[in-house]
């Protein structure tokens, strides 16, 4: 059997197109994987980034929801602070009050007596001591100084003055040459047991904050 002109262009064009099929479905193939990686690749980074904004987003709402509970407990502390200083302050001007009754009651008297006599042992040294009470208290308290004087061993120098600011009751004593000063008032006995109250105060509000 012969083979013709046409058999063989048919022939020559099988195998090329053959091969140019065959080279198409390998770059088709080569294209897929690559566009296929690509893909994987991009979906990865997109995972990856979502994870890391979730992260973030957690983070972030985590340090929000500190930040509120610490300002709110910042507030509720300033708020206590406020509340305990105008307790203190309320419990200080009734110990007032009670103070400024008890210079009107007949104890009041006593008391003066002692204080003179805490002075004077104190101040034994002193060859002149200035007094200072209320107002309303010099006459007492000059009444009160001549009767120790009269049964004292020594006879000290003194003068008796109005005190500059509300003591509300009590002495103040002073040296001048020696530079002593004894505060021997009813407010001055108020504040030192200032710390007292506040330390009671605080206890019994921390007693409340435990239950």
Partial sequence: MSVTIEDKIELFSKVIFGNIEAQSSQKRQSLTET????LEALAEEAEKRKKELMEAAVAKAGREKTKLIAQANNQQQHTLIDLKQQIIQKIMGRLQELAGAF???QDYKDYMKKNIESIMVTLEKSEHITFYCMEKDLELLGQLLEERQIHA???VGHDIKKASHNI???IIAEDTENLLQLDLTLK???EEHKDTVGAAITRKF???SSL
Avoid: P
């Fill in 153 to 155: 061993d020594k006879l």
């Fill in 168 to 170: 509300i009751g009590g």
């Fill in 188 to 190: 001055a006995l108020i």
């Fill in 103 to 105: 210079t009107e009651h």
């Fill in 35 to 38: 566009h296929k990686k690509e």
């Fill in 206 to 208: 921390n007693e409340v």
